[in-house]
């Protein structure tokens, strides 16, 4: 951390911040400059708000030097972590994708769509037992009925299940059921959930939230991996902005930096980062040709009667064409597609 | 809510569009215009996902009409709602100050506070005993032990206690304890939570959420109303964009609307919303001059020393000096504070 | 246009909005439904300020449905443009490539980029002789003198030049110098210039404003077109966003719906997109596959010692290395790559 | 500027950027730290651009700590500018209005509107001759027309004019006709532009950008003060965000440091920061007691028969109404209101 000093800071300012450093158990480094004093700090800055410094008199700003996740980052941690499940592996050198409807709605759907991907190649179901809705009078969801429904379709199949867990209360069951928990955009910095599922022994699908910087996305895996759940998954979703001509903005820019900071996999979500069908196809290209290491992609046997988010779902023969032009984009780009 | 057809859709996907509105069990209204026909619905349109009709053939875009909230409308209950406590009346034509540090960080500091704000008039005390933080690594709250302390404080004083609630799991403890429950920012979304706080007998100050649009803090407020709690409270905090002169851009713009919508009163935390205790005080003045109904502000005997944002509480003389300021200009804007 | 009136709107509010309708000379269509009226607008709406009806009482929003762009419109021009210049053409089923350095700093480097890339296969040079900078105190670019090193260079290689153009006064020196005419980001709502590149003979490459919505983007291209140059292509270059981890947050999403709403070309600036040369490569590739039309792309032939933008621009190997791979890739995306 | 070395950076990269910095003609602090070393540079980095540095191998960021502005700085220049017209004194201590419609229609209305202002002590008319507009077929003011018909309201009244300069054709006659020349937010960075009222003896009063940061907006009044045009007028008038409940978010949380990084005054414009009449007089009184210096309001005689903007626009009546208002609120502010 770099304290900066205004032009005009007296000795008695600049001594009073050294002191200040001091009493935090950290080491003030002063820098005279040719108009200003900068005071570099070392020592373990990643808990100390830079602003109890700003305030000081004479104090101008503060910059943060160290990264402030640990866990997470890949100059702690140089290798990609990539997760080892039985329906694949998860990250680089790869491109996974995860297919299935918005929700549960019941079990013929489910089946039904779980043997199409199968059949089509893909090993990782989504579907959502527990909803988040704007409305609270909206369909919120089949709970705990529709998490029987998706461990059925595993038995049946063997696809992995991915699915949504929105609160503590159901994180066992949510656990039990499925390959890998997903937490969504709205409780990426939910942390009592964080904490929670930082406890179990599956992997983590996290979200990006809608208008989170990388480094707290980053700091919301750190969570997850400082209670001891290092299978970590980071999903780029669309971020809110100005922009009015889809339902997010979706980032596909965060992918090469998150890469770059971090060695966990990084997905996408174009169904939720559009909001449209009609945009899925070219944006999870886009996805697989910038770096991502799989998709999340909304698909149903009939979007125009899904219960949610059926305007934004690709249809079965909409998935098997864009899965065939995936594949097809993956020879020169080096990666394996199941 | 209104479908607008292409310029050149054919009278089959017209009446494509017609069945499927009957099918939702809406009234459709076509509106057969120069170039193109436009279909009116009528109906409980509340739960339907405009993008269901969106993708139909020959369909342009779909319009809704009618606001998605009902019991937080004004436009359904016409009265502000005035939230009427021991401590006060919340609502239009009084002005109140909940004031308070960052987080409960040791008996002596809180008693101190309430002990300070009951002399200067103010009687309401805010002070985490749950602290949301962005880093795993941070000072996460004193937890149940806090809470006891801000029950001795109410006792003591009779200040009201405001603290935050970040988990169904506390929520019994904290409705015990507190006379308002708050909902932080990253929460408002939680709708686990929300739910669980619609069940609660106290008030509810909502926070709106980093990135939320009016329509979905005040469908966030639905849900707490929905179950049946009414007395919630909105609090603006400041709304994530580019601009970076500030933590937040504090949207005091957000005060009218919220207040022409919604019959809810409206608060504003300057302190989150600007991030930096210098202005603070221009904030909460021109937080009273905008219409709204109250402040959340942060105020700490040694900011210096805080165990969490203290560089964007006041110390006791600053909250001293902005509520003499705040008198005065409440005199010509006819509002009452204590 | 449609009018939506207030749940308790009165029959006299109702007559007095018809009659403002009439006497904007557009015609009114009352629509009463179960809760409130509503009033369809047919005429020539696109010059109406909505707000207008907005505020006669008893409305209660005012929705537009119609376009206000037509010429830049696909719905009125179905068939894509294709800009044929000397060095190939521009549009779907091409993917062109834009290179060179920000701007013209002596006619060495530029005389050698332009060799350079003709070598390759890019037959588009750009290269700014005059430099928007944020700061006065900024290398502003070389002027007329610039222009006429590019000339050269032209002369010298065949290749095509692509400048930028900031102020009418020196429209008809780049008019004549230059085969495509940039307009930058920061110009994109300077009428005048717009006025003026109308009259001009030569095609526009007309980069998104920072905060600009597709919406405005397109009635920027309106403007061009309505003066009478219908050889306008649309550059996406990153937009304004809460998003730190680049210079801007390239918006790779726009490309689908652009593409959809109008007719014009479609190319991508990765390099002010993402602010840094490790992040170029991967948005270029996924430029490529969301179904842009081609790259205008920063390169240097000792990018480290560059007077401006040095750390975003490829150098020589960086740049043929990229054209690589964009060439593999445009294999299974049927895109023809000189 | 601070360069901060990747934690495994070698001596030999050390050094090469130690030379880098050399060879800019600035001075390298070498500044080793328990986990890496930081570089930090004296001398003239106002024109470096930072990513210079951090392309160098090693370098993990590159930090500004020096302001890129001086002559609008308050650290330059510690005391406030107060522009001194015969109409009144613009700056801190008082709160000036500046008042009149989105555009000049006809010479009726402008008079009929300054003689109105001039009763009600509102000494400064604001109305567009040249208007910037979205749609090249709305109507785009009376150009050169305009210009005498508020030469004549000043002739009969002794109104000061403040007027739009959109671009540098018209300079000259604006320079002429006008006491105030006003850049839009269109054209914060219409670098031309600036140069070319830097050259006027008129004071400038400076929108910001849509989506400018405040440090690009005081960088814009660095444009004109360092052509040396030193009476620089700021004016928030709302920036674009994801928010949808206004036109635009006014961001009033700028004013508190703005004022505190620079000396210049700082007026708020409600009208195009809301976009609707109902909400402007609660942002008017918000602005001043948030310290704006003053006003920039759109009062119009028939708002809803404006040719532009009158949705936006009070009328008389609610203008008066205002003015009374904010001269109650003034008091207590210890401002001085004509």
């Given at each position: ?40 700090i ?53 491109f ?20 199409f ?94 208008s ?53 996999p ?51 023969n ?21």
């Amino acid at each position: 951390m770099l304290v900066v000093m205004q032009a005009g800071a007296t000795p008695e300012q600049i001594a009073r911040v050294i002191d200040t450093i001091q009493s935090l158990d950290l080491t003030p480094h002063p820098l005279p400059g040719a108009t200003r004093t900068a005071i570099g700090i070392t020592g373990n800055t990643g808990a100390v708000d830079s602003r109890q410094l700003e305030v000081l008199d004479g104090v101008k700003e503060c910059i943060r030097v160290t990264k402030p996740y640990k866990l997470a980052s890949r100059e702690m941690h140089p290798a990609d972590t990539v997760i080892d499940l039985p329906q694949g592996k998860l990250g680089p050198g790869t491109f996974t994708v995860i297919a299935g409807p918005c929700s549960v709605e019941n079990e013929a759907m489910i089946l039904k769509t779980a043997e199409f991907l199968v059949e089509i190649g893909v090993r990782f179901l989504r579907a959502g037992a527990f909803k988040p809705r704007t409305s609270p009078y909206a369909f919120q969801g089949m709970g705990l009925e529709g998490l029987k429904i998706l461990q059925k379709a595993r038995e049946r199949t063997g696809i992995a299940i991915v699915t949504e867990l929105m609160d503590t209360e159901y994180a066992a069951a949510v656990e039990e059921a499925v390959d890998v928990i997903q937490i969504g955009t709205r409780n990426m910095q939910n942390f009592s959930l964080l904490k929670r599922v930082s406890q179990t022994r599956k992997p983590v699908l996290l979200k990006r939230g809608m208008s989170a910087t990388l480094e707290e996305w980053l700091m919301a895996a750190e969570y997850v991996m400082a209670g001891g759940n290092y299978r970590v998954i980071l999903c780029e979703r669309g971020v809110r902005t100005f922009s009015d001509h889809s339902r997010n903005t979706l980032d596909l820019s965060v992918i090469p930096p998150a890469k770059s900071l971090s060695h966990l996999p990084v997905f996408v979500d174009p169904s939720h980062g559009t909001g449209k069908r009609a945009y899925v196809p070219a944006m999870s290209l886009a996805a697989l040709a910038a770096g991502a290491d799989g998709l999340l992609v909304e698909a149903h046997p009939e979007p125009d009667r899904a219960l949610s988010d059926g305007a934004q779902s690709l249809d079965f023969n909409g998935l098997k064409a864009l899965l065939g032009q995936m594949r097809q984009l993956a020879v020169p780009l080096a990666r394996k597609m199941a």
